[in-house]
């Protein structure tokens, strides 16, 4: 690796310009604080990635300590949360180009290259939780991010939940950006990271908040890590900072306010987007540049959006007109990025871009004209933000729209009118109470301001919901718990859509799974409306089919499927719900790969049959690889590598050898010199419907003797069966026997070579230990063995360890043996 001097070079290396004294505290300092007070523009997000790249990868001359003790110290993960989708893909973007500079000069080891990973909605990386070894930045949305550190999370696989809740828990370094704008996600993140200091978790993982306007009561949750802890001392933000010429610049950069004449009332709002046409043309005309039109709704901007672009059409040198929001498809959305990132470099820009929420925040954009619709005061200072960002245009000015929100009387109740969501009518009354007061909205005149807390009142997840949470299994109605009140406001939540033809009246089983290109996301009132007379799909892992999607049980998170004819979107425009009846164009799918169902297997097939043993010796030298690159203190490694050696137990119950013998050949029991296979080219079909050998093979553990700690490991590596042993509806029912999973009692397992000399004995299974109680034979049932578990480990620790199993298990499977690992 190339010598360096300092973390300035570092920082230069990486970005092409010199830190700013906050950036080069934040990295060098002794602990990396949890509170990161700064304005924005200047940098944040280059603080703190490049600060965890230092400290992780070089480590030296922070605070006395020696590279070594400095990397284990900072956590293998960067998980980076947004409340906004446009600011993932920007942070993700340069959080690449800034480590592939610190590779160019040798200052990372190209082995040793962190991956930057993308977790939004309508763009999930999928597979970032195979390499927990491995060094990675995940950057995603509170939703996403959220929903998965609650293991629950949007969009993936139930059965994938509990790693990803494993993963995010443990070994991580949470930052949190412009926090003002998370809502009762912030709750979350900061009672999280409590319960984690409560409750233990493996690789010290920290959080960092940061925000241009943030306050202590926000962070004054029940169980927060920050109560009583003095203010300045977790707290960075501008100290000789403000003496550097370019702070200076932008901290005094000059924001002409003005009022509006137009009003959003309900006498204007059916000719309002027309008549905002015309305002922002003519302002526009006065400054050309950029100008940026932020509005509180897709549809007013999009309608705006079409009223400009018929205003302009018979210029001869018309202004280009862009729209950006959140409600496009990856696919489509890749071109706004362009845009967004080819806006800094025009030498002489005129371009009007309307936008939404999307670009309140982070977004590299310094307009010369802001034209703004009354929002939430926390809101408006990151819209302000966009406005001369760099203290660079002279006569930049702020236009804002006054929104009249009164009450409509309805039978019942009170409610506001539509054209004021999705904000409250307090939160715009507050506002427009401030700027009433102002003509310049620059960073000190903004500074300068008390501006109280809205008071909102948000739910907040204490420890007993996430001892609740850690039990992935459905109720008996097929429901989970809903996190969406611990991540954000119940009607800005999101759905996905994707669109997709076939043949019959129902989507064929083996339909390929989305893949993140296709997925568009939705707000749940918008879908609602959508679906009153249109048809959805979605997935039903039990019954392994796509099942008519009942709209009364919409939630955010979920993913349907629609026929390509519904309609709702349009290339250019984004979701348009149901003002859009055209044919939408599906975006064709590259992997074959069905969606996973309760009694399937994926990982089961590959290019040559392979023994049990074979595979077991395999994930335990993986499992004993990634166990020795995480070294973590007190993991109890013997019942891991127990786990490992007997994960595959139950893969000899006849069902499982049945459907593995070419496709499920008739066999009985083992005869001498059969082997006992984990693998084959073909899987045929469960004779038991949603039989689970993992089940068997937990059971065997304990009946050979085995402890609590490795029979539970086996049991969920799969993520099908964790705390709770029931029966699924479909099974095969036997007489008089108990049963579930497909196991039935006294069903037997053959003598098994579990590898490395270990010859596991017969053993005759029984579910004794699925009923309440203690057995006298067999002592405490499966669910109280299981609680006890998650008391002496607690909810992150334990799912860390199930995830190291369960992606050893991945790596081994995925990589479909090599042929020198196969008898």
């Known amino acids: 690796m190339a010598s360096y001097r300092d973390f300035r070079e570092f920082f230069r290396k990486a970005t092409g310009y010199e830190p700013y004294p906050y950036q080069e505290k934040l990295a060098t300092t002794s602990t990396m604080p949890p509170l990161l007070d700064i304005p924005t523009g200047l940098g944040k997000t280059a603080a703190v990635v490049l600060s965890w790249l230092w400290r992780r990868y070089v480590g030296e001359g922070v605070d006395g300590k020696v590279a070594r003790e400095m990397c284990i110290e900072t956590p293998r993960r960067l998980v980076y949360c947004l409340p906004m989708r446009v600011l993932v893909e920007q942070t993700a973007g340069s959080a690449r180009r800034w480590i592939q500079n610190l590779v160019n000069a040798g200052l990372i080891p190209v082995e040793k290259k962190p991956e930057v990973h993308v977790l939004m909605g309508g763009e999930i990386d999928r597979d970032w939780d195979y390499w927990p070894d491995h060094e990675a930045i995940l950057v995603g949305t509170q939703d996403q991010l959220l929903s998965r550190v609650l293991n629950r999370g949007y969009a993936i696989s139930r059965y994938r939940w509990p790693v990803q809740f494993g993963l995010l828990n443990n070994d991580a370094l949470w930052v949190m950006d412009e926090v003002q704008l998370m809502g009762p996600g912030l709750a979350t993140s900061v009672q999280l990271q409590g319960f984690r200091e409560q409750m233990g978790a493996y690789g010290r993982p920290k959080s960092l908040w940061m925000s241009a306007t943030m306050s202590r009561d926000q962070l004054d949750t029940p169980d927060s890590p920050l109560r009583g802890r003095d203010w300045s001392e977790i707290c960075v933000g501008l100290g000789e900072d403000r003496e550097h010429p370019v702070v200076r610049l932008r901290l005094n950069a000059r924001k002409s306010l003005r009022k509006c004449e137009l009003v959003l009332e309900r006498d204007t709002q059916k000719t309002y987007s027309e008549a905002l046409a015309e305002e922002v043309k003519t302002r526009h005309q006065e400054t050309k540049g950029i100008t940026l039109v932020i509005l509180n709704r897709v549809r007013r901007a999009q309608d705006v959006t079409s009223a400009l672009k018929k205003l302009f059409e018979k210029e001869e040198t018309p202004s280009r007109i862009s729209v950006i929001h959140s409600r496009f498809r990856p696919y489509e959305r890749r071109r706004l990025n362009d845009l967004l990132r080819s806006l800094p470099k025009e030498e002489a820009p005129n371009h009007i871009l309307v936008a939404t929420q999307a670009v309140e925040a982070g977004v590299d954009i310094s307009a010369s004209t802001l034209v703004t619709e009354l929002a939430p005061w926390s809101s408006l200072v990151q819209r302000f933000g966009r406005l001369n960002r760099y203290g660079e245009a002279r006569g930049a000015c702020a236009y804002w729209v006054d929104i009249v929100s009164e009450w409509e009387e309805g039978e019942k109740v009170k409610t506001e009118p539509k054209f004021a969501l999705p904000y409250q009518g307090y939160e715009l009354d507050l506002s427009r109470k401030y700027l009433l007061k102002v003509d310049d909205v620059g960073p000190l005149s903004l500074k300068a301001l008390e501006i109280p807390s809205s008071g909102e009142i948000y739910s907040v997840v204490r420890k007993k919901d996430i ?26 939540m999101d759905v996905a859509l994707f669109w997709r033809d076939w043949e019959g009246e129902s989507p064929p089983v083996d339909l390929p799974a989305p893949r993140s290109e296709e997925l568009c996301p939705v707000t749940l009132y918008e879908i609602r409306e959508f679906l009153r007379d249109r048809t959805a799909w979605t997935w039903d892992g039990v019954e392994s089919s796509w099942e008519r999607f009942d709209r009364r049980r919409l939630r955010p998170g979920v993913v349907l499927l629609m026929p390509a004819e519904a309609g709702g979107y349009d290339p250019e425009l984004g979701w348009l719900g149901r003002m859009a009846t055209g044919r939408v164009e599906p975006i064709p799918p590259r992997e074959e790969q069905p969606e996973e169902g309760l009694g399937d297997d994926p990982y089961t097939r590959t290019r040559e049959h392979i023994t049990i043993a074979t595979h077991s010796d395999s994930v335990v030298r993986e499992l004993e690889r990634i166990i020795a690159e995480t070294n973590h203190e007190g993991f109890p490694l013997g019942e891991l590598l127990l786990a490992a050696r007997w994960h595959d137990r139950g893969k000899a119950h006849q069902v499982f050898q049945r459907a593995v013998r070419n496709g499920g050949e008739p066999w009985e029991e083992k005869e001498p010199g059969d082997e006992l296979w984990a693998k084959a080219p073909r899987l045929g079909l469960y004779e038991r419907p949603h039989f689970r050998h993992e089940l068997a093979s937990a059971l065997a553990v ?69 009923e309440l109680g203690e057995s006298q034979e067999y002592g405490p049932s499966w669910l109280e063995r299981s609680l006890k578990l998650l008391k002496a480990y607690g909810p992150f620790r334990l799912a860390y360890l199930e995830s190291l199993l369960r992606v050893a298990d991945w790596r081994v499977s995925s990589s479909t043996e090599k042929v020198d690992h196969v008898r």
């Open 467 to 492: 001892l609740e949470l850690f039990d992935t299994t459905p109720d008996l109605a097929g429901n989970d718990i809903d996190v969406s009140p611990y991540i954000r406001d119940a009607e800005t």
């Open 702 to 770: 304990l009946l050979n003797g085995g402890p609590d700690l490795p029979a539970y490991l086996v049991a969920s590596h799969h993520g099908k069966v964790r705390l709770s042993i029931r029966s699924t509806p479909g099974e095969t029912i036997p007489p008089d026997r108990r049963f579930a999973r497909g196991i039935w009692d006294g069903d037997l397992l053959p003598p098994t070579d579990l590898g490395s000399g270990i010859v596991a004995p017969q053993v005759k299974l029984t579910l004794e230990l699925m």
